[in-house]
């Protein structure tokens, strides 16, 4: 299986583009954030023609989610337990979700589709509202992996955290002073990590950016930041071959302000040795 994730900010700007990546690459099964539709909106057809299926959880222009596969996709949800939700001036536990999340279960593989709240500035409601779901989403993590060890479970998508200074090329985020790279968020991250996942394309692309602004020439710059994650637990990990991290797709006609991060897993039982050794009889 060959599993991206892209915040595609904005899937009926840059359908084309986004499917054509898809089959010119190969890829299986593909997790997109920012989709910035109502699920009835969702360019559904374009995907169909080359042979996708897709599940979309949308709910306005704003954030938004979705999975494309070639294979089947099953157990469909769009939440994960105790995932908080969060509306202007609305406190409390019962709070509106937010379209942020999908999960399903494709050729044994538990993917999740995640557009982690941005968090907007230290302070801000909405950065309490980022740690919390962090929080939820750590627990489910532990609660899965608790019951199903051997799980392969992939987390991907948008994370919205520079989870160390080599992840944070932009002068302009700051720790102590901007979102993104705060110790709390950092710390929910390895939280995250702690529950039983992996960042799997780290060891095979060391550095690398996922995300460049649109202002201030970011991008020719390379003030960028590696915010885009696939995390597996070991049951995920152990089947990781290969991953990249398609930088030149911030280029060209109407790019995302961030670009695919891919994975090639090796889904294949192991092959048990044949034991032709004579047997003991008592």
């Given amino acids: ?18 499917v054509d990546f898809a089959v010119r690459e190969s890829v299986d099964v593909l997790a997109m954030q ?5 699920a009835e909106q969702f360019p559904f057809e374009r995907f169909e ?20 596969s070639r294979a089947p996709i099953e157990g469909l949800r769009t939440a994960f ?6 509306a202007k001036g609305h406190e409390g536990p019962d709070a509106p979700q937010e379209a942020r999340a999908l999960g399903a279960r494709i050729d044994g593989v538990e993917v999740w589709s995640l557009y982690v709240p941005n968090g907007r500035a230290l302070g801000d409601p909405h950065y309490d509202y980022k740690l919390h779901w962090l929080a939820a989403l750590e627990q489910y993590t532990r609660d899965a992996l608790a019951a199903e060890p051997r799980l392969p479970l992939a987390l ?17 985020v700051v720790p102590g002073f901007s979102t993104h790279v705060s110790p709390p968020e950092r710390e929910a991250f390895s939280a995250l990590q702690s529950a039983g996942l992996t960042d799997v394309v780290r060891p095979l692309v060391p550095s690398g950016y996922t995300y460049w602004d649109y202002k201030r020439l970011k991008f020719p710059r390379n ?17 990781v071959t290969g991953a990249q991290i398609h930088r030149n797709e911030r280029k060209g006609e109407l790019p995302s302000d961030h670009v695919p991060v891919v994975v090639d897993l090796d889904l294949k039982p192991p092959v048990e040795e044949d034991d032709d050794r004579p047997m003991i009889f008592g």
């Avoid at 299986?1 to 986004?18: C, E, P």
């Avoid at 920012?34 to 109502?38: A, M, P, S, T, V």
């Avoid at 003030?223 to 089947?239: N, V, Y």
Wanted: hydrophobic share 40%; charged share 25%.
């Fill in 156 to 172: 991907v998508g948008d994370f919205n955290i520079a989870p160390t200074d080599a992840d944070n090329g932009d002068p302009a």
């Fill in 81 to 86: 337990p105790g995932m908080p939700g969060f």
């Fill in 223 to 239: 003030e960028g930041m590696r915010i885009d994650f696939i995390l597996g637990s070991a049951g995920l990990a152990e089947k």
């Fill in 1 to 18: 299986m060959r599993l991206a994730t892209w915040n595609v900010n904005s899937i009926r700007a840059r359908v084309d583009r986004i």
């Fill in 49 to 68: 023609e080359a042979g996708y299926e897709v599940q979309a959880h949308g709910f306005s222009q704003w954030n938004g989610v979705a999975i494309a």
């Fill in 34 to 38: 920012e989709i910035k539709c109502k």
